[in-house]
């Protein structure tokens, strides 16, 4: 069992920036991949990002390709995601999800990742 946290949301103004971070405890593997998602009200989760451990290549959605970085901090079992020139329209729960037999065609689809966490809001004012 692989227990996730994140934590790092709030409210920030358009433009502003958020550094969200999900710590893994449990029994995390060094092999798991972790994937960020957002979910906005009344619409389905999304994916935002991954990074495959065992890679080390991350993967980003077109739209936020150049704005948000996902990095890894292996003695903590921390993951996060960087987030630069935020734009109301990415407003929503984010939520961190791992997975260690994950592979890239699937990334994207959240039901395919075996742990999630409970989210963090994250709210861009315009």
């Known amino acids: 069992q692989v227990q996730l946290v994140e934590s790092g949301g709030g409210l920030v103004q358009a433009g502003g920036s958020l550094r969200l971070s999900c710590v893994a405890s449990?029994?995390?593997?060094?092999?798991?991949?972790m994937g960020w998602f957002r979910q906005a009200p009344g619409k389905e989760r999304e994916f935002v990002a991954a990074l495959f451990r065992s890679s080390g290549r991350s993967y980003y959605t077109d739209s936020v390709k150049g704005r948000f970085t996902i990095s890894r901090d292996n003695a903590k079992n921390t993951v996060y995601l960087q987030m630069e020139s935020l734009r109301p329209d990415e407003t929503g729960v984010y939520y961190c999800e791992s997975d260690s037999t994950i592979i890239i065609s699937s990334m994207r689809d959240n039901r395919q990742y075996d742990y999630w966490g409970q989210g963090t809001q994250v709210t861009v004012s315009s």
């Open positions: 449990g029994r995390p593997s060094s092999r798991d991949t």
